[in-house]
Structure formats: C-alpha cells, structure tokens
C-alpha cells in the first residue's frame, strides 16, 4: 500500500493560481502513475491529471488541459498539480491518487480543499 497526503488547497480569486502537492510513502517503489482527480459537491468524482512514475508522461483532462500542469519528483515521492488561470468551475475537493503495479486497487489521499471565488 501506498500512503498519500495532500497539501496546499485553499481559497483563491477567478483567475489566480494554486499548487497542490502530495507526499507519497510506503511501498513508494511499486508505484505506476499518480494522478489527480476531483469531486464538486453533488458531483461525481472525476479526473483531472495523471503523470506515469517511470517516464513522465502526463494526461489531462479537456477541462483543465492548458491551465493545469502535473508534475513529478521521484526522489521525494512527490507530485504536484500546478493550477493557474483558475475558474469558479474548478472548485472542488481534489484528491491525490496512486496505481501500483500488479495491485487490483488504487490508493488515495484524504483530499484538500480548493475553492475559486468570483
């Protein structure tokens, strides 16, 4: 298993920027990607980025796609999502979510909090 812990949510202005970090630890060697998704309230939870852990490679969601940028560091089992030019839309509960090779279950962060106000 892999332990996740997010940081940096908080309360920002339409149009301002935020980075969000998490801290991954555990079986940190096993790790395939790490990701980002997020849940608005009355919402379903949804993706918003992935970065595999090997090479880097990075995907997005169409609604973030040039405003978000995903990024690793792999000797301190971090990853952060940059957030800038941000929207009332993009409030939510973000969440910091890892898949393991060979594992038939993801693991999670507990979430951090961003709100946009307009």
């Known amino acids: 298993q892999v332990q996740l812990v997010e940081s940096g949510g908080g309360l920002v202005q339409a149009g301002g920027s935020l980075r969000l970090s998490c801290a991954a630890s555990?079986?940190?060697?096993?790790?395939?990607?790490m990701g980002w998704f997020r849940q608005a309230p009355g919402k379903e939870r949804e993706f918003v980025a992935r970065?595999?852990?090997?090479?880097?490679?990075?995907f997005y969601a169409d609604s973030v796609k040039g405003r978000f940028i995903i990024s690793r560091d792999n000797a301190k089992n971090t990853v952060s999502l940059q957030m800038n030019s941000l929207k009332p839309e993009d409030t939510a509960i973000y969440y910091c979510?890892?898949?393991?090779?060979?594992?038939?279950?993801?693991?999670w962060g507990q979430g951090t909090q961003v709100t946009v106000s307009s």
């Open positions: 979510q890892a898949t393991r090779r060979g594992a038939s279950n993801d693991d």
């Open positions: 555990g079986r940190t060697f096993s790790i395939g990607t």
């Open positions: 970065i595999t852990w090997t090479g880097g490679t990075t």
